[in-house]
T-cell receptor
Framework: GDSVTQMEGPVTLSEEAFLTINCTYT??????LFWYVQYPGEGLQLLLK?????DKGSNKGFEATYRKETTSFHLEKGSVQVSDSAVYFC????????????FGTGTRLTIIP | ETGVTQTPRHLVMGMTNKKSLKCEQH?????MYWYKQSAKKPLELMFV???????ENNSVPSRFSPECPNSSHLFLHLHTLQPEDSALYLC??????????????FGPGTRLTVL
C-alpha cells in the first residue's frame, strides 16, 4: 500500500541554521504531496503542497520540491527561527477525488536561540 | 486560527465509562474526518463522512462509534475503551466537490487517557 517515510526525530538546531527534513513516499501512481505542521497544543495546519512532479510548494520560508525520480518531497528552510519549533508531518493523497491522506510518523523540530 | 473546534480538549476515563468527543466546523465544509494520533505512529484515519454519510471506516473497533447529525458537527462516542486507546483524537473537515477534495483543516484535538 501507499506509505510515507520521514526522517526520525527529534531534530534540534540553532536559530538561523539551515533545515532539511527528509520525506520519501511509496505509491502506485502519482500522488499529491503535503507538509503539515503541528505547533504545541494545536491541530495540524497545512504548510505547503505540490500536486505534480517538479512542482515546488512554498510557504513561510519553507520549500519542498516534488521529485518523481527519487520519490521524495524534502522540506527545507534556509534560516530557522525559534517559532518554527513544532512537529512536521509529510503526507500523500493518491487521487484528487480521494480524500484519504496517508501520513508519515512526524518529525519533532526544536530550535534553540 | 482554526475554524474547527473540538471539545473537550482533555479527557480521562475509566474502561467502563461512556463518553463522547465533539467536533464542530465553521468553514461551510461538507466532509468531516476522525483521526487517531498515537506516539511514534503515523496519523491513522478512522472515519470519513461526506454530506453526513459515512464513506469510510478504517477497520475501527466497535467501541468507537461516530455520529454526524449534520455537516457541521461530528461526534465520536466512546465505550468500554482499552488503555491502548489513549491518544490524541483529531477532527478535520474539507470541502468535497465534483472533481476533487480540497485541503483538510484540523482541529486542536482531544487528548484522551484511558485508565
Amino acid at each position: 500500500g501507499d506509505s510515507v517515510t520521514q526522517m526520525e526525530g527529534p531534530v534540534t538546531l540553532s536559530e538561523e541554521a539551515f533545515l532539511t527534513i527528509n520525506c520519501t513516499y511509496t505509491a502506485t501512481g502519482y500522488p499529491s504531496l503535503f507538509w503539515y505542521v503541528q505547533y504545541p497544543g494545536e491541530g495540524l495546519q497545512l504548510l505547503l503542497k505540490a500536486t505534480k512532479a517538479d512542482d515546488k510548494g512554498s510557504n513561510k520560508g519553507f520549500e519542498a520540491t516534488y521529485r518523481k525520480e527519487t520519490t521524495s518531497f524534502h522540506l527545507e528552510k534556509g534560516s530557522v527561527q525559534v517559532s518554527d519549533s513544532a512537529v512536521y508531518f509529510c503526507a500523500l493523497r493518491m487521487d484528487f477525488g480521494n480524500e484519504k491522506l496517508t501520513f508519515g510518523t512526524g518529525t519533532r523540530l526544536t530550535i534553540i536561540p | 486560527e482554526t475554524g474547527v473546534t473540538q471539545t473537550p480538549r482533555h479527557l480521562v476515563m475509566g474502561m467502563t465509562n461512556k463518553k463522547s468527543l465533539k467536533c464542530e466546523q465553521h468553514l461551510g465544509h461538507n466532509a468531516m474526518y476522525w483521526y487517531k494520533q498515537s506516539a511514534k505512529k503515523p496519523l491513522e484515519l478512522m472515519f470519513v463522512y461526506n454530506f453526513k454519510e459515512q464513506t469510510e471506516n478504517n477497520s475501527v473497533p466497535s467501541r468507537f462509534s461516530p455520529e454526524c447529525p449534520n455537516s457541521s458537527h461530528l461526534f465520536l462516542h466512546l465505550h468500554t475503551l482499552q488503555p491502548e486507546d489513549s491518544a490524541l483524537y483529531l477532527c478535520a473537515s474539507s470541502h468535497q466537490r465534483q472533481g476533487g477534495t480540497d485541503t483538510q483543516y484540523f482541529g486542536p484535538g482531544t487528548r484522551l487517557t484511558v485508565l
